[in-house]
Structures are given as C-alpha cells and as structure tokens.
C-alpha cells in the first residue's frame, strides 16, 4: 500500500488477517461508493440501505485499511437471498461470525478490504453502527481516545484481528450505551 505508514502489517492468507493501521485514506469515501453501488446491483433492493461504518468513515482518522459497511434489510429471512450475490462480487459470507442477528461479509483483494456487517434496518446492531460512527465524527477528543487504544491493541494484538476487535468492544460500549440497545 504505498504511501501510508503503518505500524503493523496486515495480509490475507488461509483467511488470517494481521491487524494493520494505516493513516486516513482519502479514497475510502469513493471505494465505499463504487462498492456499495456495485453490491446494490446484483441484491437489488433486498438492502435497503448502505452506509459507511467504522473508522475508514471518520475524516483523517488512522483506520485498518479496510472499508466497514452496514447494509439493512427490512427483514432477516432476505439475507438467504442476498449470499450468492455478493458471492459472485467476490464476497465470502461468514454467517453471523458470533453476532447472534448480524450477518457478516469479507471481500479482499491485493490493494482493498471491505466488511460488510448485514442487520435489520433499525435494530439495536443498525442503531449502534450509526451512533457509534457518529459520535467519532463529533468528537475530536474521543477520536484521540479511540485512536490511542487502536494503535496500543493492534500492536498487541498484531496477529489475531478477533481478540483486537473484542478488546474494542468496551470502548464502543461506553459511547453508545444503553441508548442502542
């Protein structure tokens, strides 16, 4: 990935990622749209939206160089329908991948990554995307906060992507709280 500074690696093989924070991409905002209209093209209007989600979606902040989406369905039963699509994009579907409710999808290539996080529109998951993001974009402090704890878990947890996305979770607990639930 030329010209960004990354303070761990991060590569495909056998599915294992490494975790990877680059600096902010100013082309995720585009890949995000040229993604999201390529995958609204073969599901139709089974999605009913699509946004950008995490911290590739937050203006200048340090991010995995991989572009997290939340896509809504009215209902849960579409996601069935939804799989082989997003297979013949290059998509491998992971079930809920521990997120009872919450369907998660994983295109990689050799220059770009994209996640997307498939849950009903509306639901406590949807809420949180959305507040979560929000809130990082609002604030330059708990951007700092989030920056800071980023960079420390994907140095210690450089080779297991789960453990560094679990060890986030209570800081994300603390900025949308109950009020998603």
Same mark, same amino acid.
């Given at each position: 990935?030329? =010209?960004?500074k990354a303070t761990t690696e991060w590569l495909e093989g056998a599915d294992a990622l490494m975790v990877l924070?680059?600096?902010y991409d100013r082309q995720w905002p585009r890949r995000l749209r040229k993604?999201?209209?390529?995958?609204?093209? &073969? &599901? =139709?209007d089974l999605l009913i939206d699509i946004e950008h989600i995490g911290s590739t979606s937050v203006e200048g902040f $340090? $991010?995995?160089? &991989? +572009?997290?989406? $939340?896509?809504? +369905?009215?209902?849960?039963?579409?996601?069935? /329908?939804? +799989?082989?699509?997003?297979?013949?994009?290059g998509y491998k579907y992971y079930g809920e991948y521990g997120l009872p409710d919450r369907h998660f999808f994983v295109r990689h290539s050799d220059d770009e990554g994209f996640h997307l996080h498939v849950v009903q529109h509306? /639901? /406590?998951?949807?809420r949180r995307y959305i507040a979560f993001r929000d809130a990082l974009r609002e604030s /330059?402090?708990?951007?700092?906060?989030? $920056?800071?704890l980023k960079r420390e878990l994907a140095t210690q947890f450089?080779?297991?992507p789960d453990a560094y996305s679990r060890a986030k979770s209570e800081? &994300?607990?603390q900025i949308v709280g109950e009020g998603c639930q």
């Open positions: 990935m030329k =010209g960004t924070i680059i600096e993604e999201s209209k390529q995958i609204l093209e &073969v &599901v =139709g $340090a $991010a995995k160089p &991989v +572009v997290d989406m $939340a896509g809504a +369905v009215e209902r849960l039963e579409a996601i069935a /329908s939804i +799989v082989d699509p997003l297979a013949d994009l509306g /639901s /406590s998951y949807w /330059s402090k708990l951007r700092d906060e989030y $920056a800071k450089a080779d297991d800081f &994300v607990e």
